[in-house]
Nanobody, 121 residues
Framework: QVQLVESGGGLVQAGGSLRLSCAAS????????MGWYRQAPGKQRELVAT???????NYADSVKGRFTISRDNAKNTVYLQMNSLKPEDTAVYYC???????????????WGQGTQVTVSS
């Protein structure tokens, strides 16, 4: 069974920084793209940033220049460094990973349980 466990959320003032981590564990053959999504109250879940297995990244326009996604393939972990946080960044942040559990099967998306990020003005 595969699990994604997030950590690092919390309360921060506007202009501050937080670093989220997400570690994948369990029966894993390989991990392809990993990413972070967020969902604010009353809104749909939206993409924040993604990173491929070779390090290519993609960001939502709203976070470009402020957030940095990275990963440690040896630790099956993805990070999100969030700087210059704004109140509109307040949301539950979810980790996502496309994981292949056995060589003969395809990859499937897995999600973490979510971690709350609150930015006060």
């Amino acid at each position: 069974q595969v699990q994604l466990v997030e950590s690092g959320g919390g309360l921060v003032q506007a202009g501050g920084s937080l670093r989220l981590s997400c570690a994948a564990s369990g029966s894993i053959f390989s991990i392809n793209a990993m990413g972070w999504y967020r969902q604010a109250p009353g809104k749909q879940r939206e993409l924040v940033a993604t990173i491929t297995s070779v390090g290519s990244t993609n960001y939502a326009d709203s976070v470009k220049g402020r957030f940095t996604i990275s990963r440690d393939n040896a630790k099956n972990t993805v990070y999100l460094q969030m700087n210059s946080l704004k109140p509109e960044d307040t949301a539950v942040y979810y980790c996502n990973a496309n994981i292949r559990v056995v060589p003969s099967r395809g990859q499937y998306p897995y999600w973490g349980q979510g971690t709350q990020v609150t930015v006060s003005s």
